[in-house]
Each structure stands twice: as structure tokens, then as C-alpha cells.
């Protein structure tokens, strides 16, 4: 919003009036880009903290942190005079972020049943898409306000979904997995499983999570143990997945798609209305995934997503190399191809990479590392969206419409790693996921067959005893 940008980023607002500026250098701000990123250096370090909480105190606990925070930040945003309230804002939100996307796959997770757990767990993904589209709707009704204070509501109304969230936490069950964790309550897991399944035959699930419980008691120091050998693959995909996702080139779209639009020669509110259309794409997708992912499975939307995410970012790199010089506007309609353009990468990354992304490294994951593995993702995520946002704009400028054949190559790089080190994980109870591993053609020759008789010894301690 221009009046947003004439009160706290002058330099950027002039450099937008001036003609001699280059259409890709209008937005290369330093001041501008750690507002954008701070946040995600505050969601790291909170995710780690976070691990501690939801391991010790339980997934609601960080669940509550996360949203009371939120709501925090959000305050400070709309109250703004200056830019350190606007940082204070972003870090807030950043540590809101933090615990909440650490704890949210997690508890997803862990309450579905394993035949719709792709589903439900993607249900995260469709509720940031979700909220993402109204707040792009929201800035483009918002942008109308003449008096020049829209900006204002555009940043408190971040605090209403996080009420939601914080009251409906306290509300919410904790997980059967962290009940025996925590007590050993087998009798309570086994009540809150019977009504989660609509069943009384949950003895061998009830079983499966009493065993990993144990594990879990006996582990002491996850972060340390998940770079054990047997935990080798859950590593090198909690580490990768999270870093190719933001290599995709996502986040430049969610963050920067009305500067991008406007960039191309769309006004102020037609670009925050392509924000809008391109988000609608995203909602949808998300729906489809939701209904296909526990159907076809995790890799075959990984690649099928990937394939059209490497099209569109070629096809994107194309037409501004061709139609988009340093000076002048672009033709409206290459305008509105990019546009289209953008909106079939966007749907592709929102059945495929989006959400899976949340969902693989959660139950892949056994439960004495999986939340040290949630963690790393989190915090994989936020440090490859602050290294973007501090380097996407500048890069921009240099390289130009290069930018997003970067980004394609990428994209192939990482849907070859999936096609060839990510086995299918589709309606398997989160407990026997090791077979997996032991069976996949490369890393069977690192989890291999033979028993670990370190575990053994540390399983003996506090162990809970399975009532009949």
C-alpha cells in the first residue's frame, strides 16, 4: 500500500515515482527486506525453543504460547508510529509462527487415524491458504480507504484468527501419543482412542504406542539422538524437504506477488486483486490434495507438483525475458499470462510440496524424535525464507527475469530427490513406519537389519506395562 510505504519505507515509495529506476531494482530496499524477514529469524529460534514445550508440556501447551503471542504482535502492528514497533510486530508474529507451526502438523498428526491422516493433516495447509486469501482480499478492500490508515487493519486483524486458535486450544484434548508419554495413563489413551476411532478395538494401535512410548521416555536428549544411523533417512528428509520447499520459489510469490504484479504494470488494487485470484488457486488445490493424497499417495503428488511447478517457472522466466525490459510497462496482456502462469504454479505447489511438507517429516518420524524432527523443519523452513526475503529482491535487480529460471532448476533437482529416496508412506500407522526404510532400495543399506543393543538397554527404563 502506498501509504504504508510513504510512512515507513520513503526511500522505496520515491524509487517507485522514479522512471530512471529499473522496473526490477523499484523494491531492492534494505530496510524493506529485514521488515519482511525478521520474522522468520524469530519463527526459527522460537521452533526450537518450542521442540522443549511440546515434548515436556504437550502440544496444546505450545498451541496456547503460539496464539497469545500472535495476538501480541498483532497489536503492535496496528498501533505502529515507527519502524521498531513494526519489527517488534514481526518478531512477535515470527515467534507466534514459531510454536504454533511446530505443534499444529504434530497434534494433526497424531490424532488421525492413518487412513485419512494425509487428509486431515492437510487440513493445516488449507487454513493458512485459507487465511492468506482473506487477507489478500482484506488488503484490496482495505487499500479504498482514502484517509490513508487501511494499512492499519490490515495488520490488527492478524489477531482474530489467533484468538480462535488460542481459545479453541484450551478446549482441545491432548494427544493419545503424549498422554502415555507423559504419565503412562494407558487407560485414558485408551478411552480418548476409542472415541477418536468410534471403536473399541484399538488394542493393537493402543499397543503400537505404548512401544514407542517407552522409546520415547528412554530418550533424553532427542535433538542429539535423531543424528543417530537408525534415524538417518527421518534426518536427511526433515533437513531436505523443508529446504527444497522454500527453493520452489513460494514465498516470493505469497510475499511479493502484488510487488511482482505491479512490477509487471498492474496498478495498486488490480495487483492486490491478482494476490487474490492466485490465492483462490492455492484454496483450491489444497482441497484437492485433501481428497487424493490418501488416495494416490505422497510421492505421485510430489512429482506430479513438482513437474508443474518447473513449467510455470520456466514459462514465467520466458515471458520476461521476452516482454519485460528495464524500462517502461509490460503489455497488459503478458501481464495477465504471467498472471495465469503464476496460478498454475501456485496450484501445483499447493497439492504437492505445500502440504506434504507439514505431513511427510511428522510421520516419518517415530515418536521419541518427532518432535525434534517437526523442530527442524520449522526451523528449516524459516531460515530458507529469511535467506529468500533478504536476497530475492536484490537478486531480482541483478539477475532479472534469470530469477525464476533459478528457481526451476531447483525444482528438478529436488523432484529427482523424491522420486528416488522417498518411499511411500500412504495409510501406514506412524508406529511401524521404520518398515519403510528397511525396505527402500538405499537406505536399507544404512538402517539395515541388525538390533541396536543401545536402545535395548535404554528401553528397560521406565517401561509401562500394557494392561489386558
Not at 147 to 169: D, E, H, K, N, Q
Amino acid at each position: 500500500m502506498d501509504s504504508f510505504l510513504k510512512r515507513f519505507f520513503p526511500e522505496v515509495y520515491r524509487h517507485k515515482q522514479d522512471s530512471k529506476v529499473s522496473n526490477y531494482c523499484q523494491f531492492n530496499s534494505e530496510l524493506l527486506t529485514v521488515f519482511t524477514s525478521s520474522l522468520y529469524i524469530a519463527g526459527l529460534v522460537a521452533t526450537l525453543i518450542a521442540s522443549s514445550v511440546t515434548r515436556r508440556f504437550g502440544r496444546r501447551a505450545s498451541m496456547l504460547i503460539g496464539g497469545t503471542v500472535f495476538i501480541a504482535g498483532s497489536v503492535f502492528g496496528g498501533a505502529a508510529v515507527n519502524v521498531p514497533m513494526l519489527l517488534l510486530n514481526r518478531i512477535l508474529l515470527g515467534i507466534g509462527l514459531g510454536f504454533t507451526n511446530q505443534s499444529i502438523p504434530l497434534y494433526l498428526s497424531e490424532m488421525a487415524p492413518p487412513q485419512y491422516r494425509g487428509a486431515i493433516n492437510n487440513g493445516f495447509e488449507l487454513s493458512i491458504s485459507i487465511g492468506i486469501l482473506i487477507a489478500n482480499i482484506l488488503n484490496y478492500c482495505v487499500v479504498k480507504i482514502t484517509a490513508g490508515w487501511g494499512w492499519r487493519i490490515s495488520l490488527s486483524m492478524a489477531a482474530v484468527p489467533a484468538l480462535f486458535l488460542t481459545i479453541g486450544a484450551i478446549f482441545l484434548p491432548e494427544t493419545p501419543s503424549f498422554i502415555i508419554q507423559r504419565d503412562g495413563n494407558t487407560d485414558k489413551a485408551r478411552a480418548l482412542l476409542q472415541k477418536l476411532r468410534g471403536t473399541t478395538s484399538v488394542h493393537n494401535e493402543l499397543d503400537d504406542l505404548v512401544s514407542a512410548s517407552n522409546l520415547s521416555r528412554a530418550t533424553r536428549y532427542p535433538f542429539r539422538n535423531i543424528f543417530k544411523r537408525k534415524y538417518r533417512p527421518q534426518l536427511a528428509m526433515v533437513l531436505l524437504i523443508p529446504f527444497f520447499n522454500q527453493l520452489t520459489g513460494i514465498n516470493v510469490i505469497n510475499f511479493y506477488a502484488p510487488v511482482m504484479f505491479r512490477t509487471i504494470g498492474l496498478k495498486e488494487s488490480a495487483s492486490l486483486l491478482s494476490s487474490v485470484v492466485t490465492r483462490l488457486c492455492a484454496t483450491f488445490a489444497n482441497i484437492v490434495a485433501m481428497m487424493v493424497v490418501d488416495r494416490f499417495g505422497r510421492r505421485k503428488l510430489f512429482l506430479v507438483g513438482g513437474i508443474q511447478m518447473i513449467l510455470s517457472q520456466v514459462a514465467v522466466g520466458a515471458i520476461l525475458a521476452a516482454k519485460f525490459k528495464d524500462y517502461g510497462l509490460m503489455d497488459k496482456e503478458y501481464a495477465y499470462l504471467v498472471l495465469t502462469t503464476m496460478c498454475v504454479f501456485v496450484a501445483g505447489f499447493a497439492w504437492s510440496w505445500g502440504p506434504l511438507t507439514f505431513l511427510v517429516p511428522t510421520e516419518i518420524c517415530p515418536l521419541e524424535i518427532r518432535s525434534a524432527g517437526q523442530s527442524i523443519v520449522v526451523a528449516v523452513v524459516f531460515l530458507m525464507t529469511f535467506v529468500i526475503s533478504q536476497t530475492f529482491l536484490a537478486v531480482l535487480c541483478h539477475i532479472k527475469s534469470g530469477t525464476f529460471f533459478v528457481f526451476a532448476a531447483w525444482i528438478c533437482v529436488m523432484t529427482l530427490l523424491i522420486y528416488m529416496f522417498l518411499p511411500e508412506t500412504k495409510k501406514l500407522p506412524m508406529e511401524q513406519m521404520e518398515q519403510v526404510w528397511r525396505s527402500h532400495w538405499f537406505w536399507k543399506r544404512i538402517v539395515g537389519e541388525v538390533e541396536d543393543k543401545e536402545e535395548e538397554k535404554e528401553q528397560q527404563a521406565g517401561k509401562i506395562a500394557l494392561p489386558s
